[in-house]
């Protein structure tokens, strides 16, 4: 194929995920024939209708942006046959594509997830990874079947998770090696260098939707398994416990050994309150609390809680 070909491409997101991929298209010069979005929806304390991230990227560049409210209606099927793409690009849109629709583009429909496929397949590839203690992650293109991220792998690259990285930081850093990622895939079906690898379903793991009740927090389970809680849910949803009836939100820990007793702690006992923080049983370690947020109030250091509350040794977060 010709290297300086431009694909028709019609470029399927939603999230700011997927905005550097967006943006990473249209300077590597391929014609982004549509962008297709979750429709407006409200936010915040007005309620007021907001744009998603690609949207605003797409109108910024002028590129027709569609927002189906039902993406398996013939109507809309019909109006992406019509526009011709050569591939159509699928990155954190948020909605299952139908069959009629994998089906209309030559050169199939290509997904970058944020994952080494075949692990952690599904919607918090992310998070999962990180709550689960990986030492690495990373991106994966693939083409898209009917299954749930079970197609062909097109390329994947590896990046290290570092134990003080948050899903935050992940998604930062992915969101922009996706992009990277997303190009060279394009330039190697050009080129034709590519040869789609099937997945091996065995050794296949799955990271389903977070929910609130993921983030509470079990003191049993030691607090490395903790640490990486906290890490993997910061900042949505958040892990979270309670005391004194109250819910707290944590949002940094650090491991720090044996709790020196000799006697058998309670998990969730406060160990000892100090300017570092708030040391707590965790299972046979115990955990630093350095950051968190009680219920209706702002994030604040735990030197800064320590101050406001009368938190000491022997209470109990439960």
């Given at each position: 194929?010709?290297?300086?070909?431009?694909f028709?491409?019609?470029?399927?997101?939603?999230?700011?995920?997927?905005?550097?991929?967006?943006?990473?298209?249209?300077?590597?010069?391929?014609?982004v024939?549509?962008?297709?979005?979750?429709?407006?929806?409200?936010k915040?304390?007005?309620?007021?209708?907001?744009?998603?991230?690609?949207?605003?990227l797409?109108?910024?560049?002028?590129?027709?942006?569609?927002?189906?409210?039902?993406?398996?209606?013939?109507?809309?099927?019909?109006?992406?046959?019509?526009?011709?793409?050569?591939?159509?690009?699928?990155?954190?849109?948020?909605?299952?594509?139908?069959?009629?629709?994998?089906?209309?583009?030559p050169?199939?429909?290509?997904?970058?997830?944020?994952?080494?496929?075949?692990?952690?397949?599904?919607?918090?590839?992310?998070?999962w990874?990180?709550?689960?203690?990986?030492?690495?992650?990373?991106?994966?293109t693939?083409?898209?079947?009917?299954?749930?991220?079970?197609?062909?792998?097109?390329?994947?690259?590896?990046v290290?998770?570092?134990?003080?990285?948050?899903?935050?930081?992940?998604?930062?850093?992915?969101?922009?090696?996706?992009?990277?990622?997303?190009?060279?895939?394009?330039?190697g079906?050009?080129?034709?260098?590519?040869?789609?690898?099937?997945?091996?379903?065995?050794?296949?793991?799955y990271?389903?939707?977070?929910?609130?009740?993921?983030?509470?927090?079990?003191?049993?389970?030691?607090?490395?398994?903790?640490?990486?809680?906290?890490?993997?849910?910061?900042?949505?949803?958040?892990?979270?416990?309670?005391?004194?009836?109250?819910?707290?939100?944590?949002?940094?820990?650090?491991?720090?050994?044996?709790?020196?007793?000799g006697?058998?702690m309670?998990?969730?006992?406060?160990?000892?309150?100090?300017a570092?923080?708030?040391?707590?049983?965790?299972?046979?370690?115990?955990?630093?609390?350095?950051?968190?947020?009680?219920?209706?109030?702002?994030?604040?250091?735990?030197s800064?809680?320590?101050?406001g509350?009368?938190?000491?040794?022997g209470?109990?977060?439960?």
């Open positions: 194929m010709d290297l300086d070909k431009k028709r491409v019609i470029f399927m997101g939603t999230p700011e995920f997927a905005v550097p991929s967006l943006k990473a298209l249209f300077e590597a010069g391929e014609e024939v549509a962008v297709v979005t979750q429709p407006d929806k409200p915040g304390r007005g309620k007021h209708l907001t744009a998603p991230p690609v949207k605003e797409a109108i910024k560049h002028n590129f027709s942006v569609l927002q189906p409210e039902k993406i398996n209606h013939e109507v809309f099927i019909g109006s992406i046959k019509k526009l011709l793409p050569d591939v159509i690009v699928v990155i954190a849109y948020g909605k299952i594509l139908p069959k009629a629709i994998l089906d209309i583009p050169l199939g429909c290509i997904n970058v997830h944020a994952s080494l496929l075949p692990k952690y397949r599904g919607a918090a590839p992310i998070n990874a990180i709550i689960n203690g990986e030492k690495e992650t990373g991106i994966a693939m083409l898209m079947d009917e299954g749930m991220d079970t197609g062909a792998i097109l390329l994947t690259e590896k290290e998770i570092k134990g003080h990285d948050t899903a935050a930081d992940m998604y930062n850093k992915l969101k922009d090696i996706g992009a990277g990622l997303l190009v060279k895939t394009i330039k079906l050009k080129s034709g260098t590519i040869i789609p690898a099937p997945q091996d379903n065995s050794q296949a793991t990271a389903p939707m977070l929910k609130k009740e993921n983030g509470r927090i079990d003191w049993t389970t030691g607090a490395e398994g903790i640490k990486n809680l906290i890490r993997g849910l910061n900042p949505w949803p958040g892990a979270y416990t309670r005391w004194q009836g109250r819910q707290i939100k944590i949002f940094k820990g650090a491991w720090v050994g044996s709790h020196g007793s006697a058998r309670e998990p969730g006992t406060v160990i000892n309150v100090s570092d923080g708030i040391c707590v049983a965790a299972g046979k370690d115990a955990l630093l609390i350095t950051e968190l947020q009680p219920e209706n109030k702002n994030k604040m250091s735990a800064e809680f320590i101050k509350y009368r938190i000491g040794k209470q109990i977060f439960d």
